[in-house]
Nanobody
Framework: QVQLVESGGGSVQEGGSLRLSCVASGSPRGGNDMAWFRQPPRKEREGVALIANGTSRILYASAVQGRFTISRDDAKNTIYLQMNNLQTDDSAMYYC?????????????????WGQGIQVTVSS
């Protein structure tokens, strides 16, 4: 069973940057695809970015395209989310996801393993 631990969240002003990290331990049954999700207060969890096995495929939600970059370092079993030009709408709890099952990557039900989440707060 894979376990995920996120780090790097915090509070920034609009226009600022943060980099999130997610360290994975164990072997996921669903391959090496991993993703970042976020959940604003009183809203559903939504997909932010996907990085497929290796870096063969990278996808972003339209709301973050051009501002966020997902990457991975397989030697460290770590994925990253570089977030630039942060806006107040980006404020949310951010989660790392692994062990992909069936379904679209940006649906929370597609993933079986989650990190504990980390808060990102952007103020104006």
């Amino acid at each position: 069973q894979v376990q995920l631990v996120e780090s790097g969240g915090g509070s920034v002003q609009e226009g600022g940057s943060l980099r999130l990290s997610c360290v994975a331990s164990g072997s996921p049954r669903g391959g090496n695809d991993m993703a970042w999700f976020r959940q604003p207060p009183r809203k559903e969890r939504e997909g932010v970015a996907l990085i497929a096995n290796g870096t063969s495929r990278i996808l972003y939600a339209s709301a973050v395209q051009g501002r966020f970059t997902i990457s991975r370092d397989d030697a460290k079993n770590t994925i990253y989310l570089q977030m630039n030009n942060l806006q107040t709408d980006d404020s949310a709890m951010y989660y790392c996801a692994a062990d992909r099952y069936l379904g679209s990557w940006d649906r929370a039900t597609t993933w079986r393993v989650w990190g504990q989440g980390i808060q990102v707060t952007v103020s104006s």
